[in-house]
């Protein structure tokens, strides 16, 4: 299973140009995602972990062909051949539309206030001109079952605001299966949910990932849950990947100085527990067209002139599937 | 495992949902008794305007009861008083009040409901183009909307009429014109802009949904409770900026609430209460009756639509 690669990223950039004025042209970017290389294999959940505005969400939505990134490949192998998902236009990225699907992060948004449930999960259906009516009604039927929602029938022709936030999340799950998709882009989707109904929403989606065989990329700055649904792991710094390992590697041996950072930051059951001092100091810091340096130079406990005099340092294979980006480890 | 949901059950329980959704809504409505008593206002506006044309076909002698050239010679001097022949009597000319009156609502109607329109669907195309597409669609009907922006509709008609007498299809017309380019355009592209930005649009896009998808299930239905409300602004400012054109005698030879105000102030002085109310009343009570109707009718909306104003 884990030799058949379904997603191949080459590469992957997004620049977002800074507004200055209306005719001035600028020469600023927020380099949101740059130069990302991975891998996703046929049936493994991969995690994408970091802090806030890291490019986590762009990567995710840039997967999905939301939004057109800037340079990069994206080669999608689905059944019927190899695509790049950078190119796609018509009718093709229809097709595609059906392989690859996203989960949101707030169900409050992701849900049309004005559609019935029902509604909401046949429009990819709708859309894409699968079934006819009846059949439509038993396949959501089906599927709201099968995200815990029974009985379907007393669900089906309701609308978001008579259900909870564990519900609409299930319905958003649910809109994201319904075309059978082999690629599912989870964008925080236990985030803005009650801590009650977290673990249920994941158990979920992992039952449905052993059932439906789905690959999952699962985006996250809660390395507990990175823990619980991935096997692999990548931690994300400033638009650029820093470190790629299998779970259990990356949270008991992290290599790159952000990631045990990161690590050391997560909180932990023992009230007489004393933290070991921050390693790292500062803030994020800004994005908007990066000095030719390693991307966390700034923030770095030990980076020397080597780490500033030269650019990002690439992805290095350090064994056993553990790639780390730093010239210092 | 697989829930068999029947059409015809299907069919129900969507009805049902349906009627749960539009059932609080109404319910909401037609909790407010402003709501209601708008809506009284405008049947029986209604009944007015249909009632014209029935009493003219059946009731009414034509050549003392048309609302324009009607004489009625048994009775002098005009304006006269109310009579039984005469409900609300007659006119500096000799013309029955009411069957003017009644006439005035259908001018009333046709150029509220048509100002309405044009209004709405110049906004929505103008508006949500901009903020749809965004970009240089925006900058350049939003340059666009500025213009119409700076030219209050009463103003500008106005200035036209001094210009050429106006008939009130092309009262309504540019009434229409100008405030649905302007201030209404700006208002619906904000909305869409908020629409387009929430994440169903995304999923929708994932779904496989072009711009025409969207727009007609996620946009169009999402700024229906903002349109409502404009349409029914509009039909309010619409009214009694005709009225103010004929009153001045700025449209041409039609009969509309403004020109009877115009007959009566003539027979009839304020400060001194001498001469014929009841050419003047009228017209006046019932534009101020039909303008609040849709007053009410639009707050009513507004505290329907507008979370913010509900009051659970």
Excluded at chain 1, 14 to 27: A, C, I, Q
Excluded at chain 1, 230 to 244: D, F, N, S, T
Excluded at chain 2, 144 to 162: H, R, T
Aim: net charge positive; glycine share 8%; with cysteine.
């Amino acid at each position: 299973m884990r030799d058949e690669i379904l997603v191949d990223i080459q590469h992957l950039s997004k620049l977002y140009p800074v507004e200055t004025g209306f005719f001035t042209r600028t020469n600023l970017f927020v380099h949101a995602v740059s130069d990302l290389n991975l891998q996703i294999y046929r049936g493994e959940s991969v995690g994408l972990v970091g802090e806030s505005g890291c490019g986590k969400t762009t990567t995710g939505k840039l997967l999905v062909r939301l939004i057109d990134p800037t340079e990069g490949k994206i080669a999608f192998h689905a059944e019927d051949g190899v695509v790049d998902v950078a190119t796609l236009r018509g009718k093709a990225l229809k097709r595609f539309r059906r392989n690859v699907q996203m989960i949101f992060q707030d169900p409050y948004e992701s849900l049309n206030p004005r559609m019935t449930i029902y509604d909401t999960v046949a429009e990819p259906l709708d859309v894409q001109g699968i079934g006819t009516l009846p059949e439509r009604e038993e396949r959501v039927a089906e599927l709201l079952e099968t995200v815990g929602l029974t009985p379907a029938s007393s669900f089906m022709f309701r609308y978001p605001h008579e259900l909870s936030g564990g519900q609409r999340q299930r319905v958003a799950i649910a809109r994201a299966l319904v075309v059978e998709p082999t690629f599912v882009v989870a964008d925080e989707p236990t985030s803005m949910l009650d801590v009650s109904v977290r673990t249920g929403v994941m158990q979920l989606m992992q039952e449905l990932a052993d059932k439906l065989g789905v690959t999952y990329l699962y985006i996250t700055h809660d390395l507990a849950v990175a823990r619980y649904m991935c096997q692999r792991i990548a931690v994300m710094y400033l638009g650029k990947m820093v470190e790629l390992a299998e779970t259990e590697e990356l949270l008991h041996h992290p290599q790159h100085p952000y990631t045990r950072a990161l690590l050391s930051a997560v909180p932990v059951p023992d009230p007489t527990y004393k933290r070991k001092p921050m390693e790292i100091k500062g803030g994020i810091s800004k994005p908007i067209n990066p000095p030719p340096r390693c991307r966390f130079y700034e923030r770095c406990p030990i980076a020397d002139d080597f780490c500033r005099d030269n650019d990002h340092p690439p992805l290095e294979d350090k064994g056993g599937n553990h790639f780390v980006a730093c010239y210092k480890v | 495992m697989a829930a068999m949901v029947g059409v015809r059950r299907a069919w129900k329980q969507r009805m049902a949902a349906w009627q749960r959704r539009w059932g609080t809504e109404v319910g909401l409505f037609l909790r407010q008794p402003l709501a209601l008593i708008g809506l009284a206002l405008i049947g029986v506006f209604g009944l007015m305007a249909l009632a014209h044309p029935v009493l003219m076909a059946t009731v009414w002698n034509r050549a003392r009861f048309d609302p324009i050239v009607g004489y009625d010679a048994s009775q002098t001097p005009h304006p006269h008083p109310p009579t039984p022949q005469h409900l609300l009597g007659t006119d500096g000319f000799g013309r029955d009040v009411l069957s003017q009156l009644l006439v005035g609502t259908r001018v009333s109607f046709g150029v509220g409901l048509i100002a309405a329109a044009v209004a709405v669907l110049l906004s929505v195309l103008l508006g949500g183009t901009a903020g749809y597409f965004g970009g240089w669609a925006d900058a350049a009907l939003m340059g666009v909307a500025d213009v119409f922006v700076l030219m209050p509709p009463p103003v500008v008609l106005l200035i036209f009429g001094l210009l050429l007498r106006l008939n009130w299809p092309m009262v309504a017309l540019s009434y229409g014109v100008l405030s649905g380019l302007g201030a209404q355009a700006v208002v619906v592209k904000s909305h869409t802009l908020v629409l387009r930005n929430r994440s169903f649009i995304e999923a929708a896009r994932l779904a496989g949904g072009g711009h025409f998808h969207i727009l007609r299930k996620h946009i169009l239905p999402g700024l229906m409770p903002l349109l409502a409300a404009h349409a029914v602004f509009t039909v309010v400012g619409a009214v009694l900026t005709e009225s103010l054109l004929s009153f001045f005698s700025r449209t041409t030879y039609y009969l509309s609430w403004g020109s009877m105000i115009w007959m009566g102030q003539q027979s009839f002085r304020w400060f001194t209460l001498e001469g014929q109310w009841h050419v003047i009343l009228p017209p006046a009570f019932a534009l101020m009756g039909f303008c609040s109707a849709f007053y009410l009718v639009g707050r009513a909306l507004d505290e329907v639509f507008n979370p913010r104003l509900r009051r659970v």
